[in-house]
């Protein structure tokens, strides 16, 4: 058929409409040769009018999909949409093909003016609800929130606009079916017999060879197979793609008075018959009168294959954009490639795979084709494959195969001349300059704050995470735990271009926006430790004009506010941040009489402020006996470093503070437990008194509900390697448990069980055994007395017998004799040198040899047995 003859067939029946599935190599690959063989005069697709300036930008060579077009409200950024687009996207086929051939293309879906607002007034009654162009739908979606994915791409179906909801059989009666959300894929899957849709649509579309001679014929019967679709369902539960359909409709008609019949458009199938439809201009404007607008502005911005795979929430996402992808590319032979990569990837990571695991994988996935009918080894054939041959039946290996193949961390680039908000510009800038290139693949950053480069770097992370762009995430550093170390966890996702144009309001400059952010978090921050919290951003961010305001709205809330526990929870952050000064080299002279004062105030309110607490206040009162505990030993190293004057020493008026709790019969038991263990971990209470102090609490005439708290404070969070290490405390806490009534022993048990879960099992079972054996070395409770504690857990005297017992085991462990069935080495004289088993065997008598010296055995199997009975003997 020649190409005239083809160019004619294509507009026979009218404008010629390629009904596709969005995201679909196969779909793409048919659309390219509709368009070569058609040369239409003008090509319309689907997606949002506004964007029609943009489209000459998909021809610069520095626009890379995966992309996607970003409509965001003018008035409101936060309230946005995405178009994404990759490179086996047949809309960006057909945009390519358009700019290629000199033809106009234009976007004819509604406008993303119409669809923001129209989402802002009537959300969807789920998230699972489906959702047109330029809407949001899925879990993550919404125009509330940024970086809510939307666009013409809205379901499953080879029309694109079917949601997750329930596929309706051919079965399903047709007055119920209106209401239904119908899966076009899954009903033309059913029919022919297939339970799996993506397997279905492989087999017919995707995995189809070179196409037919008629290149419209896969179009056509696909529009014929939409079309009895929408006569049974209507418009399948989609009432919103009625509007959405009227637009189109006036968009063709224009066009066809502008250029002829010489049109081809390119949209979602399940359109496809409804913008054949004969309908009245009327009837069309009519529906797409009084539709609500906003204000929207659209660019360009990168997209990831992480955030094309339906795993993310995106309504019209594809299970495997990587290997989508990869059939797209592939010029022949896609199994054998596709394997290739595998084997590539696995070698990365130190497995063993060779050529022949290679070729073995190809027959293996060509054979589970054949058994299963289909015409080429899909995804999960060459899965089986590669499970069986290269991972040997693991599935291990194939986790990271869907993470870097199957799916991808492919992040796409749009060149620098697309439109962008000042923000975004200098962000790209400071980007450029401290070579930190977005990633879609996490990735962790180490950080040396002694060099200028990565001082940068901190300062633009943490400014970003300052106006809410969270690309990095602060993490504890593998290595050196200084203070001149930082590690960051980076991962660009393309959302947060949205929250970069949000930030927009604050300044055009990374540095001039987070400023502006701080100051106005401080005025408004509703608690001091905000304020406090807020100063420590500022100095990791390198924000020195926001201090002053920070340090002012930070004085002032300290003198005013008189909670002490406020004080105490703004304290240590105040500390850090002036710790965070001295790394980087930041002036924090204001920061230290601020921190200083404030240390000073909680000093002189802990002790009233701790008398008369219930159980929950006096928990929260003991984590910020913990917290002001690390902030004072921070504050004293910076007040001698920087040689301040006029503070005195701040520890000792810490431990002052603490002894005064300590004697204090009105502050919670677990209050003064807590300062106590404090005092004894800071060296100022010596053991002796510790075990006074803790005999005092546990004497009888302690209620023992009071006497467990005291118990908690004093043991709890980490203190039982203190009871393993201190039998005289471990032998009051024994005495005193044994002690308490059994009509109490209930009361004390939820304290008492809270208390010592937190310990390590290790740390439990050596406490048990230490219980258990008793001072004397003995089994039972012996020794359990009012007066001095004993030794629990220890006997008077060593056992030698059972330290002896393990003696020829160690031998071996530390090479100090050589292995039971190995002869010895002769020595200089022809004779072997001595066997210091043998001799520790005869030192030790006939008696001590037990069964090792029974029987003829060999001298090897004698050997075995002793180091055998050794091990039993430690084990006994």
Do not use: N
């Not at 980076?490 to 926006?513: D, Y």
């Not at 100063?535 to 020195?544: K, V």
């Amino acid at each position: 058929m020649s190409d005239d003859s083809l160019r004619g067939r294509a507009y026979a029946a009218g404008p010629l409409l390629l009904g596709v599935r969005h995201h679909g190599p196969g779909s793409a690959r048919a659309v390219r040769a509709a368009l070569d063989a058609a040369r239409p005069a003008v090509v319309l697709v689907e997606g949002p009018p506004e964007a029609d300036a943009l489209i000459p930008l998909a021809a610069d060579p520095d626009m890379r999909p995966p992309v996607a077009l970003l409509a965001h409200a003018v008035d409101e950024p936060g309230r946005s949409a995405f178009w994404p687009l990759a490179e086996f996207s047949p809309e960006w086929v057909a945009v390519r093909w358009a700019l290629a051939h000199g033809v106009p293309v234009r976007f004819f879906d509604l406008p993303a003016t119409h669809a923001l607002a129209r989402e802002a007034e009537e959300r969807p009654p789920s998230d699972a609800d489906p959702a047109g162009p330029g809407e949001q739908a899925g879990p993550e979606e919404g125009a509330a929130r940024p970086g809510a994915v939307a666009g013409p791409r809205s379901g499953t179906g080879p029309g694109g606009d079917s949601g997750p909801g329930t596929a309706a059989g051919p079965g399903d009666e047709a007055g119920a079916a209106q209401h239904l959300r119908v899966d076009p894929l899954g009903v033309l899957a059913e029919a022919a017999g297939y339970d799996d849709p993506e397997r279905w649509w492989e087999d017919v579309v995707e995995h189809r060879g070179p196409g037919p001679r008629d290149p419209f014929a896969p179009f056509a019967a696909l529009e014929e197979a939409m079309k009895a679709l929408r006569e049974r369902y209507g418009a399948g539960g989609r009432p919103r793609d009625l509007v959405r359909e009227a637009h189109m409709r006036l968009h063709l008609r224009s066009a066809r008075r502008e250029f002829g019949e010489a049109v081809a458009v390119v949209c979602g199938a399940w359109h496809v018959p409804a913008l054949r439809e004969k309908t009245a201009v009327g009837a069309d404007r009519a529906l797409l009168k009084g539709l609500p607008k906003v204000r929207a502005d659209m660019t360009w911005v990168p997209w990831t294959h992480r955030r094309l795979a339906r795993s993310s929430g995106y309504g019209a996402g594809i299970d495997s954009p990587g290997w989508y992808g990869h059939l797209f590319r592939a010029p022949d032979r896609p199994v054998e490639r596709w394997l290739t990569k595998v084997a590539g990837l696995l070698r990365e990571e130190d497995r063993i795979v060779s050529s022949a695991h290679v070729i073995e994988a190809v027959r293996l996935a060509e054979t589970l084709a054949a058994m299963r009918g289909r015409p080429l080894p899909g995804l999960g054939e060459t899965t089986d494959a590669v499970r069986a041959v290269m991972c040997d039946g693991s599935d291990v290996p194939l986790t990271l195969i869907h993470d870097r193949l199957v799916v991808g961390d492919v992040l796409g680039e749009v060149p620098e001349a697309a439109p962008a908000v000042p923000l975004q510009r200098d962000l790209a800038r400071e980007q450029r300059r401290l070579r930190l290139k977005p990633e879609a693949l996490e990735r962790e950053l180490e950080l040396d704050l002694r060099k200028d480069a990565d001082v940068g770097r901190s300062r633009l992370l943490h400014r970003l995470r300052l106006l809410g762009v969270g690309w990095g995430e602060p993490v504890r550093s593998r290595g050196s735990t200084g203070t001149f170390r930082e590690a960051w966890r980076l991962r660009w996702e393309p959302e947060l271009s949205v929250r970069v144009a949000e930030a927009g309001v604050w300044g055009t400059t990374v540095l001039a926006a987070a400023t502006a952010r701080a100051e106005a978090d401080a005025t408004a921050a509703p608690a001091l430790a905000d304020v406090t919290a807020l100063a420590e951003h500022c100095l990791l961010a390198g924000l020195p004009d926001a201090l002053p305001v920070v340090m002012r709205v930070l004085a002032d809330r300290a003198a005013l506010d008189t909670d002490v526990g406020r004080l105490a929870q703004a304290l240590p952050a105040l500390v850090r941040a002036l710790r965070y000064g001295d790394v980087r080299g930041t002036d924090t002279g204001a920061l230290t009489g601020v921190a200083a004062g404030l240390a000073e105030r909680v000093f002189v309110g802990l002790p009233s402020a701790c008398a008369a607490l219930d159980a929950d206040a006096a928990q929260e009162m003991r984590g910020h006996l913990d917290s002001v505990r690390t902030a004072v030993g921070l504050l004293a190293e910076t007040l001698a470093g920087t040689a301040a004057t006029g503070h005195g020493d701040v520890r000792d008026r810490w431990r002052s503070v603490l002894r005064t709790l300590t004697l204090r019969d009105t502050v919670p038991g677990v209050v003064r437990g807590r300062a106590a263990r404090l005092l004894l971990d800071d060296g100022a209470l010596g053991p002796e008194e510790a075990a006074r102090l803790m005999g005092l609490v546990l004497s009888p005439g302690t209620p023992p509900a009071d006497a467990a708290a005291w118990i908690e404070g004093f043991v709890g969070g980490g203190g039982g390697m203190l009871l393993v290490h201190d039998e005289r405390l471990l032998g009051l806490v024994d005495a005193w448990l044994t002690g308490v009534p059994a009509e109490a022993f209930t009361d004390v048990l939820p304290l008492l069980r809270r208390t010592f879960s937190a310990y390590e099992p290790g740390v439990r079972r050596t406490l048990g055994e230490l219980v258990r054996r008793g001072p004397d070395g003995g089994g039972g409770p012996a020794g359990r007395t009012t007066g001095p504690p004993g030794r629990p857990g220890f006997a008077a005297e060593p056992d030698t017998a059972r330290a002896d017992a393990v003696l020829p085991v160690l031998r071996l462990l530390l090479g100090l004799d050589e292995r039971p069935d190995e002869p010895a080495d002769e020595g200089p004289a022809g004779r072997k040198p001595a066997d210091p088993r043998r001799a520790d065997r005869a030192a030790r008598g006939p008696a001590d040899q037990g069964t090792a010296g029974r029987g003829t055995a060999g001298r090897g199997t004698v050997d075995q047995r002793t180091a055998g009975d050794g091990l039993l003997g430690v084990g006994a």
